[in-house]
Nanobody, 122 residues
Framework: QVQLVESGGGSVQAGGSLRLSCAAS????????MGWFRQIPGKEREFVAAISWLRGTYYADSIKGRFTISKDNVANTVYLQMNNLKAEDTAVYYC????????????????WGQGTQVTVSS
């Protein structure tokens, strides 16, 4: 059974930084697509970033240059470093995993974490 546990969310002021972690069990991050999505109430879940098994990285235009996705295969953990945070980055952030397919489409991911809240005040 796949389990993804996010941590690292919190409240920061605009311009600040946070680092989200996603600890995986039941699936190795070295051989699967790992993604980060975010969601605000009343909106669809939005793609943020993904990393492939070969460490190829993919980003939403809205966060390019500010967020970095990475992974530690030994720790079986994926990270999302978020710098220069803006108020519009406020959302619940979810970690997800997929075996193949479209990195950007939430429907392609088959396992999800419980989410961690990020709140950015301006």
């Amino acid at each position: 059974q796949v389990q993804l546990v996010e941590s690292g969310g919190g409240s920061v002021q605009a311009g600040g930084s946070l680092r989200l972690s996603c600890a995986a069990s039941g699936r190795t991050v070295s051989t699967y697509i790992m993604g980060w999505f975010r969601q605000i109430p009343g909106k669809e879940r939005e793609f943020v970033a993904a990393i492939s098994w070969l460490r190829g990285t993919y980003y939403a235009d809205s966060i390019k240059g500010r967020f970095t996705i990475s992974k530690d295969n030994v720790a079986n953990t994926v990270y999302l470093q978020m710098n220069n945070l803006k108020a519009e980055d406020t959302a619940v952030y979810y970690c997800a995993t997929a075996s193949s397919g479209n990195y950007y489409n939430a429907r392609n991911y088959d396992s999800w974490g419980q989410g961690t809240q990020v709140t950015v005040s301006s």
